[in-house]
């Protein structure tokens, strides 16, 4: 008996100690944001909050972002990604560049991007019949429609990322600026700007061979054949053409006619 009491109150005691470990509350999100200044968000530049912004504002253009701010100081951009054909993505970069209190044209541009996640969700609309005797009666029929929704939004928190980008930005700052504080030029090829295309290869099309010219003998002079005289036209004479004869003079003495009336 007081074994199976034992074992009673121990079965117990466990199922108390898993409750209490259940019930326990989870440590909030919240309690990871440190706030410490880590240099992920935020690079300092030796020019003008303006001239910074301008710098931010063509490093997100190269990239194919789509700028939807005109303040000076202030840089907002989207760009959208086709994952799959039921799945979107679209980053939100949004730049603020403030004077630094250190020097005149010294600036600290604050850079953090927005990923929102989109879903391909379908919709069945059904349409609802109604019947003298029953009633409104819903039916499943009708369209169906797709829509993205979003699923997820969150905050992108590595610092590749955003180094590519302030790395990218110090490529469009003003030469003299880089020249100054000894900046060195990135290759754009690792910030993701893309090459020059190659020329098209040319067949190169071989300079024709100079044929040396054709001895030519000089002409020689010969007589020329006197021309050959033409025949002589002899007239030709006409038919002899048959004429009248001519009748000889009568020898007779003609008599005279008689005198009428006698």
Do not use: W
Request: glycine share 6%; proline share 11%.
């Amino acid at each position: 008996m007081s074994t199976s009491f034992h074992l009673r109150g121990l079965a117990l005691a466990l199922v108390l100690a898993g409750a209490t470990g259940c019930s326990s509350p989870k440590t909030a999100i919240y309690e990871h944001e440190n706030f410490d200044d880590s240099g992920t968000f935020s690079r300092n530049y030796p020019v003008s909050d303006i001239a910074a912004c301008e710098a931010a504002r063509r490093a997100l253009l190269s990239q194919g972002y789509i700028i939807t701010s005109s303040d000076p100081k202030l840089v907002s951009g989207n760009k959208s990604f086709q994952q799959t054909g039921e799945t979107h993505l679209q980053i939100s970069f949004n730049v603020v560049c403030a004077e630094d209190g250190s020097g005149e044209h010294h600036a600290t541009m604050f850079a953090n991007a927005l990923q929102d996640r989109y879903a391909l969700k379908k919709v069945n609309n059904s349409a609802s019949l109604g019947v003298g005797v029953l009633g409104s009666v819903s039916m499943p029929i009708g369209s169906t429609d797709d829509s993205m929704v979003k699923v997820a939004s969150e905050t992108v928190t590595s610092p590749k990322f955003y180094d590519r980008y302030f790395s990218l930005v110090d490529v469009f700052l003003p030469q003299e600026v880089k020249a100054a504080e000894h900046i060195p030029e990135a290759p754009k090829a690792d910030l993701g700007v893309p090459e020059p295309k190659p020329a098209p290869a040319v067949d190169k099309v071989e300079a024709p061979k100079e044929v040396p010219p054709v001895p030519v003998a000089p002409a020689v002079s010969e007589p020329l054949a006197p021309p050959v005289e033409a025949m002589p036209i002899t007239p030709q004479t006409p038919a002899e053409v048959p004429t009248t004869p001519v009748l000889p003079a009568p020898t007779e003495v003609i008599p005279p006619l008689p005198a009428t009336g006698e």
